[in-house]
């Protein structure tokens, strides 16, 4: 089963009814990675957001990915000005490992940081970047 991943900026996208249902009947696995939340996450509530969550698998970050994510920037940084963001390489190190086994759509409105990222990964032909 394809995953789709979300990155922060596409969060609210899963809190969308519609949207996630659309995406749960194109048999997309809906996968928030929990660096996610720690970024997207304030003390406002969020409640479309947490009945969207339920749907979603949340993989904990665990070392391995730490370690890809940080290689990840370490790659990308010295062709930028700045290095992406810990949260977007995580994402990205995330949508990697899972692109083992099948595609993956990752979810995102920074085009550009992601695509770089997508560059260095080792599945980097099973990963989609694309806008909500």
């Given at each position: 089963?394809?995953?789709?991943?979300?990155?922060?900026?596409?969060?609210?996208?899963?809190?969308?009814?519609?949207?996630?249902?659309?995406?749960?009947?194109?048999?997309?696995?809906?996968?928030?990675?929990?660096?996610?939340?720690?970024?997207?996450?304030?003390?406002?509530?969020?409640?479309?957001?947490?009945s969207g969550l339920r749907a979603a698998r949340r993989p904990p970050l665990d070392e391995a990915?730490?370690?890809?994510?940080?290689?990840?920037?370490?790659?990308?940084?010295?062709?930028?000005?700045?290095?992406?963001?810990?949260?977007?390489?995580?994402?990205?190190?995330?949508?990697?490992?899972?692109?083992?086994?099948?595609?993956?759509?990752?979810?995102?409105?920074?085009?550009?940081?992601?695509?770089?990222?997508?560059?260095?990964?080792?599945?980097?032909?099973?990963?989609?970047?694309?806008r909500p």
């Amino acid at each position: 089963m394809p995953a789709c991943i979300f990155d922060s900026t596409a969060l609210d996208e899963l809190g969308s009814p519609e949207w996630r249902l659309a995406l749960l009947e194109a048999g997309y696995d809906l996968v928030v990675p929990t660096a996610v939340l720690a970024e997207k996450w304030t003390g406002r509530p969020h409640h479309e957001l947490r009945s969207g969550l339920r749907a979603a698998r949340r993989p904990p970050l665990d070392e391995a990915r730490a370690h890809a994510a940080g290689e990840l920037r370490d790659k990308v940084a010295p062709t930028r000005r700045r290095a992406p963001s810990a949260v977007d390489a995580v994402v990205v190190a995330v949508a990697d490992h899972e692109a083992r086994r099948d595609c993956v759509l990752v979810l995102t409105a920074d085009l550009t940081d992601f695509e770089a990222l997508r560059a260095h990964t080792a599945n980097r032909r099973r990963i989609t970047i694309r806008r909500p």
